[in-house]
């Protein structure tokens, strides 16, 4: 399993917006190819902060397979206009896992 | 549920001595009052940096209760030493949650 993690933050004004149109988007990647789950929360520290935390069979289900998808130009433009700046995404897997041995 | 969330840059030459630290460390905070799991990922885009997560039942489960207890200044000789730079600690809750929801 991999996770994904971003560090979302939102445009101030358009949290309720932003937070709308992530629950449009969330079947988009709920459907895609070795998602297993996913989840959005909130940050205490910074009100217009988000963590976005999903779970992957492999890298490669993120990487290529969702982000080359119809889904993924979707997620986009549901989405990218809320970020400033852009994040960065990241990935995790457990200790001493390779990123890729979930791969069939 | 609220979700300590920290990106752990350590020094690369130490990362073997950073996890058998941490393995010795974790009985430290899995004793916790509040405390609920924890994990501790390695980043596949940087390799000497880790994601640690953990849950608490409220925020000041973790930056009360365990912050001022004997079981973390243990905590900080085992792993303050590895991290450059000292990392930045944030806390996330569920949308619409209040992170003191959970306290009794």
Known sequence: VVLEVAVLDV????QDAFEESFR???PLIA????Y???ELRRCVEKSNR???LVQWQTLEDHTV???????????KRLLHPFYDPFPMVEHYVELGQCPTMGRQ
Chains 1, 2 share one sequence.
């Open 31 to 34: 459907g895609s190819a070795g």
């Open 24 to 26: 449009k988007a969330s």
């Open 11 to 14: 445009v101030s004004s358009m």
């Open 36 to 38: 297993i789950s996913h």
């Open 50 to 52: 988000y963590l976005l």
């Open 65 to 75: 397979g969702f982000r080359s998808s119809q889904q993924y130009a979707e997620w």
